[in-house]
Nanobody, 120 residues
Framework: VQLQASGGGLVQAGGSLRLSCAAS????????MGWFRQAPGKEREFVAA????????YYADSVKGRFTISRDNAKNTVYLQMNSLKPEDTAVYYC??????????????WGQGTQVTVSS
């Protein structure tokens, strides 16, 4: 599976962004999808995940109620809607694909990352 993340940028605190991750190469609907992020000097951390059907979603406590993960299997795309952004959300965001949905970083396929910067 090849993954291409996009939609990052610079936004003020309290603003919103929507990240997209387009998949190709294999049957997208066979894979659970996840979003992770990595801030400078910190380890990569889980943000959100969604099952292959979209019926189950999972969130890190730090983003619960502010971020929403969704997918469109017809478009081979997963989204991360980010609202009420905070400066601590600043990081490179990565999408990932795996046969089994998990909140751990043990995903088989990773995208290249997109930078999100939230100014105070």
């Amino acid at each position: 599976v090849q993954l291409q993340a996009s939609g990052g940028g610079l936004v003020q605190a309290g603003g919103s962004l929507r990240l997209s991750c387009a998949a190709s190469g294999r049957t997208f609907s066979n894979y659970a999808m996840g979003w992770f992020r990595q801030a400078p000097g910190k380890e990569r951390e889980f943000v959100a995940a969604i099952s292959w059907s979209g019926g189950s979603t999972y969130y890190a406590d730090s983003v619960k109620g502010r971020f929403t993960i969704s997918r469109d299997n017809a478009k081979n795309t997963v989204y991360l809607q980010m609202n009420s952004l905070k400066p601590e959300d600043t990081a490179v965001y990565y999408c990932a694909a795996n046969r089994v949905v998990t909140t751990t970083p043990y995903y088989n396929y990773w995208g290249q990352g997109t930078q999100v910067t939230v100014s105070s």
